[in-house]
């Protein structure tokens, strides 16, 4: 036997609207603010239907049921119009990564430090990674030192947030840029 399940979209409207309204009894709450006090389902329909505006329930799991009279055609826009600004207006933070090699030249290291600043002073959070191969594994502390002198350099600009930690044969840390204090 097999179960159907009732999918609803996202875009499909839940709403409480007019006669989706099935509570007997409601606390209702005029245009301007105002609360009218509690009264039948009826009722606060044939009042809202007066002012040419719709019933919409604020809050359903209220004791009793909430509901505000609106225009709800104006209340529907507004809201996508606010998903839509909090949705443009989010910044999206990528996670870029960067590979050392635990016997780096200066030259490379200054090169990496280049990147690194870069992603940082866009925004990005900075994921550094060293794989020890082969007999370097028996190096730990060589490359535990150029993943502090990397950390150390790019302090200024950025702040660990996730320490250096060996997994494996690859230690990695993950950088940050260091939030600017609002005045």
Known sequence: MSVIRKVVPNNVN????????????VLVIDADGTQLGVMSRDDALK?????????????PKGNPPVCK???YGRYRFEAQKKAKDAKRKQHVVELKSLRLPPNIDKHDFDTKMRHAR?????????????RFRGRLITRLDVGRKA???FIE???DIAQVEKRASLEGNT???V?????KKQQ
């Open 153 to 155: 350099e790019i302090s």
């Open 47 to 59: 009042r809202a239907m007066d002012q040419e505006l719709d019933l919409l329930c604020v809050a």
């Open 14 to 25: 839940t709403d409480l609207v007019n006669e989706k309204i099935r509570f007997r009894e």
């Open 69 to 71: 009279i609106l225009d």
């Open 147 to 149: 993943m502090n002198q």
């Open 171 to 173: 230690m990695s840390c």
């Open 175 to 179: 950088l940050a840029p260091i939030k």
């Open 118 to 130: 870069k992603f940082i002073e866009q925004g990005h959070k900075v994921k550094v990674d060293m």
